[in-house]
């Protein structure tokens, strides 16, 4: 019997509801780990051990085993997950998340043995909760991303949703999880697939962080009086770690295919990524985690005959990473010499900060400037972004002055729009924005692509979204079918200056205006249409449409 057939049973084995958090991953779900065997040595303080399992049915009781977490309710934050790289994991990240979900059983054994949304647990129930771990609030205006240990790309495509549990989640820099982070998942990925799975490997990961006592989230404003009894109910609960690790094993029957790497990364804007051998790792760790005992991620180190096969993987991945920073230099170089241009002759565009290859933020006079350039570059955008989220990502602040500038919602020392220079989304997308479900871009025997949304099908984008001035609307090619309405990717901010959710940028999803979340529950507003910017309708209006519909008020 096949490995993929194996897994598949144990995937939907009946481990009993009760099984979540457990004494020992033995017997629970040790598939997850190579060698049935569990990292040993990482250091927690009050430890858990959770078999992370998910309803992707609701008619069933069948719970799946998706992966395998230690969490601290010290720390509050998942210390490591351990996963596969699964066969059918086709796709990008899920961009449109399902709400974040808590780990019952972290409360009381007898609150079932899946993962279930914070609403779902009784009121009585929530200081319980918020005493052992993460809640959504923790998140909120603290611009952190809630960083995932187990990707979800990463995860079989019907069960994604289980990988959005704040048990997977750590504070991770929204630059570094976005840019840096990201495209080592999705390197990682790739040569995973090629070199491990599609040759009948077995590829075991192990992704960490490591905890910093002194650096928590929510911040305590300066300016705020505490709330009585112990200021740590609602204020420092949840640790940002220092650091985030993956270790990998690509267990193979001809050892010559068997092989180990391992990352390595600094949860800053700027942060690096180092390529490291899994002893060179644990020997940071062991530093890293101020571990008297020795670590060991995996069980033997997972080594193959050919001692090199790993460092020439990893070294593969790093270069596309490295690559992908030198392409945002080159585009940025271009900017600069425009701007040098065209200083000589008025007050142009210039530049704010920038943080070492791996995102720059850039400040413009107006909206109707950005408009000339933010997508004028071959291959990137300049995406709007909530002022005090660039502050945050692009400068180092003193506590009070983070809160001083949060407060004023303005970016500090700065006037005008600032925009992140990143890399388009890779094509095909869907046409409106948004995420397929269970199904990627592609013909499908049409003249046109599509994919299935939700409950219904959308268009999907081959060719750039442009705007098509006789349609009065922008629009893309898709396929040979011709042109469909389409939604560009270029804010992250909404027409009344607010942060949209990390997840959901402006966009149209499906309506005739451009719109956003703005938290994980149903609170929305309008955009401003990138053709219709703020000031385009006149002092502090904009248009939320591409035809110059609902004009609306805008924050200048």
């Not at 599509?450 to 898709?478: L, V």
Request: charged residues 25%.
């Amino acid at each position: 019997m096949g490995f993929w057939v194996i897994l598949a049973l144990f995937l939907t084995s009946g481990e009993p509801a009760g099984a979540k958090v457990v004494d020992d991953f033995t017997h629970q779900c040790d598939g997850f780990f190579y060698k049935k065997t569990a990292p040993d040595g990482i250091p927690a303080v009050n430890p858990a051990r959770i078999c992370q399992q998910w309803h992707p049915f609701p008619d069933t009781n069948e719970p799946f085993l998706c992966f395998a977490t230690l969490y601290d309710t010290f720390y509050r934050t998942p210390i490591w997950s351990a996963y596969y790289l699964m066969r059918n994991s086709r796709g990008a990240h899920q961009k449109i998340p399902p709400k974040w979900h808590i780990e019952p059983q972290l409360i009381a054994n007898n609150l079932g043995g899946a993962m279930q949304k914070e609403s779902e647990v009784p009121d009585d129930l929530l200081p319980s909760l918020k005493e052992r771990q993460a809640i959504n609030d923790d998140y909120g205006g603290s611009y952190f991303d809630r960083g995932h240990l187990f990707p979800n790309s990463f995860m079989e495509t019907t069960l994604r949703d289980s990988t959005f549990t704040l048990t997977n989640a750590v504070p991770m820099d929204p630059c570094f999880n976005r840019v840096t982070w990201s495209r080592l998942e999705e390197q990682l990925k790739s040569q995973l697939l090629s070199n491990c799975v599609n040759v009948e490997g077995i590829p075991y990961l192990v992704t960490g962080s490591v905890p910093n006592q002194n650096r928590k989230i929510p911040v305590l404003d300066p300016e705020d009086t505490a709330p009585p009894g112990d200021p740590n109910d609602d204020y420092n609960r949840v640790s940002v770690p220092s650091h985030v690790w993956t270790a990998v094993c690509c267990d193979h029957q001809d050892e010559n295919r068997k092989f180990s790497l391992a990352f390595l990364g600094e949860n800053k804007a700027e942060g690096a990524i180092e390529t490291l051998l899994v002893p060179d790792l644990e020997a940071r760790l062991r530093d890293l985690y101020g571990s008297r005992n020795n670590i060991e991620v995996f069980s033997d180190l997972c080594q193959g005959a050919d001692k090199e096969r790993g460092v020439k993987i990893s070294s593969e991945i790093k270069k596309k990473i490295v690559s992908g920073n030198i392409l945002i230099d080159r585009a940025l170089e271009r900017k600069r010499a425009a701007d040098n241009l065209a200083q000589r002759s008025s007050s142009a565009q210039k530049q704010v900060k920038t943080s070492s290859g791996t995102a720059y933020a850039l400040q413009f006079p107006n909206y109707s400037e950005w408009n000339k350039f933010y997508n004028s570059e071959p291959g990137f955008i300049c995406e709007l972004s909530a002022p005090g989220r660039v502050g945050h990502t692009t400068t180092t602040l003193d506590h009070n002055e983070f809160f001083k500038r949060r407060k004023r919602d303005v970016a500090p020392e700065t006037e005008g729009p600032v925009c992140l220079v990143q890399k388009e989304a890779t094509l095909p997308t869907l046409a409106m924005g948004g995420q397929c479900l269970n199904d990627v871009c592609s013909n499908k025997d049409e003249s046109y692509s599509w994919c299935w949304m939700d409950q219904k099908w959308e268009y999907c984008c081959t060719e750039k979204c442009e705007f098509n001035e006789e349609a009065k609307q922008y629009e893309c090619q898709s396929s040979s079918y011709g042109k469909v309405p389409c939604s560009p990717q270029y804010s992250s901010v909404t027409a009344a200056g607010a942060a949209c959710r990390s997840d959901h940028p402006c966009g149209k999803y499906g309506s005739t205006h451009y719109w956003c979340y703005i938290d994980y529950g149903e609170t929305w507003q309008y955009c401003c249409s990138p053709k219709y910017p703020c000031g385009s309708s006149g002092q502090n209006l904009c248009a939320a449409a591409d035809s110059g519909w609902k004009e609306i008020w805008c924050r200048m």
